[in-house]
């Protein structure tokens, strides 16, 4: 893509990016350091830079050709995340090492897993009597992990399903307990989000099961429902961290990293724990929530790499002013967007009811559908990238997680609003 | 640990460092490339440095403060792979995304997945007959996969345990299927291996489970069985492409990547594809090949990260001359350390049998116990850290996997006459 400027390995750009050292005082910036065994035959030329490097306001996203990403996950980090990480891959904080390398029972990973715990339970103001745990295998392991560990095979147990991510979730678990789907927006092509105070719960339900936010849909829950009988169990994947939550309202919130959080491996299940301890005799090792509560997640090795990268996200929203401060920023590119849709007349299109429209994942669909394949071609154009809808719904999909800019979503609808002047 | 150098912040380094671009022809290092958004305030110094670069014959391990790392695993990667990774990990050859930001359905990740898989089945000579998947939830996860999918739960199946990672494979296989022990070396502390001709099989047997090398007890297969009745299975975790291996002997060969190629979270499993698609009722989805094979192992979001960096270790085991040539420097490494031993009069012990010993992990002990913690304490002074043996075995534990260079053996070495020499 940008190979012509990729051919020219012209130093003069590191000295006068300011992203390179974005993260100065934290970062350590490692590859920078001197080195005991650098050659004698070439002879040092010595410029400082700090000053430099922390003199210029240009954000982080800004420059070195990056894109702006509309994947629906794994999705766009933060850019000064990716820059830490970039400054700390090859020898961690003075370690010798890098994190990937990191014995996970060493004191260095500890540190990081600790401190990883430790910011995520600060930012969702997480009770003492839940436990965090830092698994593997994606959310599509916990649609059997979850039935397995709370439930014999003859209980009973309510799902709501708002998308397909809920309904894969109410299919696995057909293999361990006796779910009910007891609502389902499927003839509706998933659009809303039922009034919970009409459904019926079954009698005895170990718990109710809901997807906070459906990533292929675009349905987000606004508030939860307060279960009659058992526990509210909710899939986050897709919204996790991107807005403050009262945990304690929940037995289990679960969600795979690659949204918001991280990248893809990691699984965080946050759960009350009073659940922990009666799975079935069937269930894997890996699957038992008792094992690795009892093991701090060290039962075997744990996706080291992506717990240390949760860690730097966790790190830079603490530093953003926690889950408040996020959700304003969500709010507003949100806001953005879905009034660019509504603004339209007609040209664009979003099928959700307006009161649960998600503000991480934006589906929608164009009056000529016939234009939406040159649409998603000329944002590649203008590098925007991965705004093609899911193959099961079709139209375009614009993700915009916490690491989205704002000036991403700003670029996108200012190309939407030309793209409908070209085609009216 | 070099706190001093570090906080210097001078940038000659990155000119006279001849590591920064060791692989300056295949990386991109895409953080050193022109930004169309620089600052204009700040004028650039033009330096090209290509020539300067590309000169020093220092190899990557040294300098930087990098350290030898004997952990079992998570373990050492190869220094120029890690120099790879730091150089892309912000901007993958021009994509304008970190690897971790990519769709795991994009063209950039399927390039990246497929070339993984490619190199890993030229460096294994994998049979067109078997399936390559890239899983999650290491070995562990494996131990319940392979009777769900491969028994029903009245099959019998048969163990030879070696060490502690069998014994735990044949725990968890008795929740799905009805295996029997036909050999442990337990009561002979894991020390040997048996002759397979002298054991008597189960009639009827769906497989045999070996694990190739025990990480604990450092006990190694060096040929393999036939079993009369079913198929060969084997956890070759801790010494995965260390050697050349004839698949073909195989029904299934599985491994976590976090010893020899890769990060942890990622687990690969090699399979006979007609012994794919019978999996039990109760299998969860994530744990079904079938559903992997189907999907090539992208039914949901697989560790993205993790495939990416393990594709890096199998270009450079190809770029090394292969499995065969990988084995030469795994046999001269551990000749060393196993003479050093031998020749120590005593003062270091090895307890396995002289034929099975693993090239891999090296467990030993002193004659003088009392001795052993100042050892670990004063390798750590010499920059050789996690040379403490597992709980469950005491002493001491080298792991030399492949990524382990000469020159750490024999600093190793070095380090251990010396303190012979000073305690004897």
């Not at 164009?366 to 139209?395: C, D, N, P, T, Y």
Request: with cysteine; glycine share 8%.
């Amino acid at each position: 893509m940008a190979s012509k400027l990729a051919s020219s390995n012209n130093y003069s750009l590191l000295l006068q990016n300011p992203h390179h050292n974005h993260r100065g005082a934290a970062g350590t910036n490692n590859h920078l350091r001197p080195s005991a065994a650098s050659s004698p035959k070439i002879k040092p030329l010595s410029l400082r830079c700090a000053t430099t490097a922390a003199a210029s306001p240009i954000p982080a996203h800004v420059g070195e050709e990056r894109i702006f990403n509309f994947a629906a996950g794994p999705a766009t980090l933060p850019a000064n995340v990716l820059k830490k990480a970039e400054s700390e891959l090859y020898n961690w904080r003075g370690s010798g090492m890098s994190v990937m390398e990191m014995s996970h029972r060493g004191k260095e990973f500890l540190s990081i897993i600790q401190k990883a715990e430790s910011d995520l339970r600060s930012l969702l103001n997480i009770p003492e009597d839940y436990s965090v745990l830092f698994l593997q295998g994606g959310a599509t392991t916990q649609f059997a992990a979850i039935p397995l560990n709370l439930c014999s095979p003859d209980d009973s147990v309510d799902f709501v399903v708002t998308g397909s991510w809920g309904d894969k979730a109410y299919k696995e678990s057909q293999k361990y307990c006796k779910p009910k789907l007891i609502w389902s927006g499927k003839s509706d092509k998933y659009t809303s989000i039922p009034s919970f105070d009409t459904l019926e719960q079954s009698s005895g339900a170990k718990y109710l099961h809901i997807c906070a936010n459906e990533t292929i849909h675009g349905v987000e829950f606004k508030d939860y429902p307060n279960p009659k009988n058992g526990i509210l169990v909710a899939d986050m994947s897709s919204n996790f961290c991107s807005k403050p939550v009262d945990v304690s309202k929940f037995g289990i919130i679960y969600a795979g990293a690659q949204k918001n959080v991280g990248p893809s491996g990691v699984t965080i299940v946050i759960i009350r724990k009073d659940l922990i301890g009666n799975a079935q005799g069937i269930t894997p090792v890996m699957l038992d929530y008792k094992i690795h509560a009892e093991n701090n997640s060290l039962y075997n090795t744990p996706p080291c790499y992506g717990i240390y990268m949760c860690g730097l996200v966790f790190e830079d929203l603490v530093a953003q002013g926690g889950l408040e401060e996020v959700e304003k920023k969500n709010k507003k590119k949100g806001e953005l967007l879905y009034n660019a849709i509504e603004e339209s007349n007609g040209f664009y299109r979003n099928p959700v009811e307006k009161s649960v429209r998600s503000l991480m994942n934006v589906p929608f669909t164009m009056e000529k559908s016939e234009l939406e394949a040159e649409f998603i071609k000329e944002a590649v154009k203008e590098k925007m990238v991965q705004l093609k809808g899911h193959r099961s719904v079709g139209g375009m999909r614009a993700s915009i997680y916490n690491a989205m800019p704002y000036e991403g979503v700003e670029k996108l609808v200012a190309f939407m609003k030309e793209f409908q002047a070209k085609h009216a």
